[in-house]
């Protein structure tokens, strides 16, 4: 994995984009200029050699490619244009030939994650274009008629053309928990390509010339076969373990983890897995059952297998850190486990991980899609305007800003719905398919790649391969739970690995991951909290008997907002 960036501004310092988040790609560095185009990448070599792996990659036919992510069905991509002569394992070798001989709608033929920029010299043209998970990020700014593009925000920052200006409608989006399908980030003047996007800037004119989305459908139009399950698995989790870097596994405990340490397992012998222990520091207490079951499994598979521990003396010496990383800040304070959890894989030599993300939403794994599913959604309008209830959220209420009503974001969000995310004829399907698009790329698939980037680590997700995502949202949501039981869910992964997969796995109800705050503050570590908040940080923390979960999470949250804002000198929101 790596970073790319790039600019159409001759004035731009390329060179300290690039530094500004080196830790994306240690293995090397390059930059290409002509006098329309600046281009530069750094490199984490996963599939090939650094020395021939280096970009700005010169394509066959004299154009220029930046490029940040795998390609998964590379070898069936090979086999597919036999006309294709590849010189290194490199998959941007084959990028660069698809896109130069067959066009951009190679693009929808790949099954990968990706960032990329592919400078068409001839033509005039800078094509910027996101994978269709939204796994790996892309920002981009249109300045004084220049484009800049980059894979965090924080490099577009680093040009320093903007002073740090929040955008109000997206404050607004994030502040009310409404889906912000806009591509608007946090920052006015700075977007973020959507899952699936490609656009085209016209060099000539300085303006953006097109744009095109891939969308994975809702078609609902197929049952469910164990076997067939199995085998879709265990092509995705292969296709996903390509690559010549050690891969560790985060083992979560649960079943989607599970599924994937069964298939990686008759691929690498004597896996690597993770996973957290989170401590309350009570004598005899469990917080979270999850690392006891990751350990039986690990156990009973023969893995190599780690407990990463975490507790509040985890949280005061990855504090700091995290926030660097938080560009746009994600609100989560269980996010700092996954930055720390990321430093301690790095230290195990680890360069490529994976996680089950995607599994939940594809699967029907959440018992509220079953409450979901009485509210007989009558249009895909109709699914989103239910789907965001009003909530009372006040963290934000420090700044002095008239924020965007709820129900005007609401209505933002109908006009942004892609209809092809909408079938009638399974309206749960649907609100899964949204959700992927929706809250994933914000949420879970952001966090892997900024905490696993700034450890210089590539994540990977087997379920959120084109081919998976699609093979699932083929599948009828009836096949995938029981809304008559809030525990029959995630079905066809439960029926086709309770052979293979001890009960303790297949069996197990979701858990949650958070951090026990709540416990924390109630206990001997309450000083040592309170002294890092109050003294380093500013904030003074409660301390009022029992905190419940909830109360303990809106007070992470609280930390976690107050903390950011109070870091970035300069802020103003218009």
Request: charged share 25%; glycine share 8%; aromatic share 10%.
């Amino acid at each position: 994995m790596c970073g790319i960036y790039g600019t159409t501004d001759k004035s731009v310092d390329i060179k300290n984009m690039m530094s500004i988040s080196n830790y994306r790609g240690p293995d090397g560095s390059s930059v290409f200029s002509d006098d329309r185009v600046t281009m530069a990448h750094n490199l984490l070599s996963i599939t090939d050699e650094p020395l021939v792996s280096i970009q700005p990659w010169i394509t066959p036919k004299g154009n220029v490619l930046v490029y940040n992510g795998e390609i998964f069905n590379y070898q069936e991509m090979k086999n597919r244009y036999p006309q294709f002569t590849a010189r290194t394992s490199c998959d941007t070798e084959l990028l660069a030939w698809g896109l130069d001989n067959v066009g951009l709608k190679f693009i929808d033929e790949i099954d990968s994650m990706h960032g990329f920029a592919y400078y068409k010299k001839h033509e005039g043209e800078l094509v910027l274009s996101r994978d269709h998970a939204g796994l790996k990020p892309l920002y981009y700014s249109i300045f004084n008629d220049n484009l800049l593009f980059a894979s965090e925000i924080k490099n577009i920052h680093g040009v320093g053309y903007f002073s740090k200006v929040l955008d109000l409608m997206a404050l607004s989006f994030m502040r009310s928990g409404v889906a912000n399908l806009t591509g608007q980030s946090l920052f006015k003047n700075i977007k973020s390509l959507m899952p699936g996007e490609t656009l085209v800037f016209d060099l000539h004119h300085k303006i953006i010339r097109s744009r095109d989305r891939f969308y994975i459908l809702p078609r609902s139009n197929r049952g469910y076969d164990a076997d067939e399950f199995r085998q879709r698995v265990r092509e995705t989790v292969k296709m996903t373990s390509i690559g010549k870097r050690e891969i560790g596994l985060f083992l979560s405990g649960g079943l989607d983890s599970g599924m994937i340490a069964y298939e990686l397992s008759k691929i690498i012998p004597g896996l690597k897995t993770f996973t957290n222990r989170i401590s309350d520091d009570r004598r005899g207490h469990v917080y979270n059952d999850d690392a006891v079951a990751a350990g039986r499994l690990a156990g009973h598979m023969g893995f190599d297998h780690r407990e990463i521990v975490i507790d509040h003396q985890t949280v005061i010496d990855n504090w700091q850190l995290f926030q660097d990383h938080n560009d746009d800040l994600m609100q989560n304070m269980s996010n700092v486990m996954y930055y720390a959890t990321y430093r301690e894989i790095a230290r195990q030599g680890v360069v490529v991980t994976m996680t089950g993300d995607m599994g939940d939403e594809l699967l029907c794994g959440y018992p509220r899609y079953h409450r979901e599913h009485a509210k007989k959604f009558r249009s895909g309008a109709d699914m989103i305007e239910r789907y965001h209830v009003p909530v009372d959220n006040d963290l934000f209420n420090f700044l002095d800003v008239e924020f965007v009503d709820h129900a005007s974001l609401v209505r933002q969000c109908v006009r942004d719905f892609p209809d092809q995310l909408w079938n009638p004829e399974d309206p749960i399907n649907s609100l899964m398919l949204f959700e992927c698009y929706a809250q994933l790329p914000n949420e879970f698939l952001k966090r892997s790649d900024r905490f696993g980037m700034a450890c210089s680590i590539e994540n990977r997700s087997p379920f959120t391969t084109k081919m998976f995502m699609q093979y699932c949202m083929d599948m009828h949501s009836s096949h995938k739970s029981d809304p008559r039981d809030d525990h029959k869910t995630k079905l066809p992964a439960r029926m086709a690995y309770e052979h293979l997969l001890p009960p303790y796995i297949t069996q197990k109800g979701k858990t949650g991951w958070t951090l026990p705050l709540g416990n924390w503050i109630t206990e001997e570590q309450f000083p040592k909290l309170n002294r890092f908040f109050s003294k380093h940080r500013g904030i003074a923390l409660p301390r009022s008997g029992v905190v419940g979960k909830k109360t303990a999470k809106r007070l992470g949250t609280h930390l976690v907002i107050q903390d950011w804002f109070s870091r970035s000198v300069g802020l103003s929101v218009h």
